[in-house]
């Protein structure tokens, strides 16, 4: 079976500093990993994938993952925080469950604050 | 490209009542459908997905049902809706393979009175 944690459930930051937004996973296959965005009464927003390749990964608006198999991480970072980054962020693990059909685990998700 | 459409964007109805919200997608064929419920402050809850017309698989036992109709069309239902039927729903769509990330509508705030 595979889970994802999401460490905090409410991280706040100053504007201009380091985001960082952690997720643990256990899979027993190789994982494909995915960090969604979602703002106040909007939908879920693909910021970035794992899949296979390089373990850095980049994705929109500036934001970047990298995944540490050795510590099942999946960490998302954005080296300096703007406003309009508040937002809850979900990390999730994709897993099979039969034929063609793949569905994701999600985190629980982690509510971002950026202070002015 | 690919769009997905979901409504009504929200939605107030009586305890008792039914429910229709439907989903569509549009720029890709044979595509797996989701239906998702998030519950204030619980995350993200699978409810049904479909990997083919007239194919629904249940996640969790409820009060709700779920019908694909036509390839593109995902809809959900009840006959007869409870209070803990409010929350926010979303309707995903991906291609069927695991590398695939879904892809999500813009939800469908439900409120029960």
């Known amino acids: 079976a595979q889970s994802v944690t999401q460490l905090g459930s409410h991280v706040s930051v100053s504007e201009g500093a380091l985001v960082l937004l952690r997720c643990n996973y256990s899979s027993s296959v190789p994982p494909y990993l995915f960090w969604y965005v979602q703002y106040p009464n909007q939908g879920l927003q693909l910021l970035l994938k794992?899949?296979?390749?390089?373990?850095l990964v980049k994705g929109i608006n500036g934001f970047e993952a990298e995944f540490k198999k050795s510590e099942t991480s999946f960490h998302l970072t954005k080296p300096s925080a703007h406003m309009s980054d508040a937002a809850e962020y979900f990390c999730?693990?994709?897993?099979?469950?039969?034929?063609?059909?793949?569905?994701?685990?999600f985190g629980k998700g982690t509510l971002l604050t950026v202070n002015p | 490209s690919q769009t997905i459409h979901q409504w009504p964007a929200t939605l107030v109805q009586p305890v008792g009542s039914p429910l229709s919200l439907e989903c569509t997608v549009e720029g890709t064929s044979n595509p797996n459908l989701y239906w998702y419920r998030q519950a204030a402050g619980r995350g993200l809850q699978l409810l049904f997905y479909s990997v083919g017309i007239g194919q629904i698989s249940s996640e969790v036992p409820q009060n709700l049902s779920a019908s694909r109709p036509q390839d593109r069309q995902f809809i959900l239902s009840s006959k007869k809706l409870l209070l803990s039927d409010s929350g926010f729903y979303l309707c995903?769509?991906?291609?069927?393979?695991?590398?695939?990330?879904?892809?999500f509508g813009d939800g469908t705030r439900l409120s029960i009175l």
């Open positions: 794992y899949t296979t390749g390089a373990t």
């Open positions: 995903a769509w991906s291609a069927g393979t695991s590398n695939q990330p879904q892809h």
């Open positions: 999730a693990v994709s897993r099979n469950s039969g034929g063609s059909n793949y569905k994701l685990t």
